[in-house]
């Protein structure tokens, strides 16, 4: 992914909601099945990394409030 769509994607999770992101994480797992170009398995890679560290900082966020 080049930094542009990068950058858009973190832009897309920072307003997505839980449902949204978890549509995204699937569709997401399913291509990566029958991704066969190691570039674009990457990219794919990266988009679960980022949906993964944004539902972590969202778990973070709930706690800290709740606390």
Do not use: N, Y
């Amino acid at each position: 992914m080049d930094k542009t769509t990068i950058k858009a994607f973190i832009a897309w999770l920072e307003t997505a909601s839980e449902e949204e992101i978890e549509a995204k994480r699937r569709e997401l797992l399913h291509a990566l099945e029958r991704m066969t170009v190691p570039e674009t398995r990457a990219d794919a890679r990266l988009g679960l990394r980022l949906i993964d560290e944004e539902a972590l900082a969202r778990m973070e966020l709930g706690r800290s409030r709740q606390g």
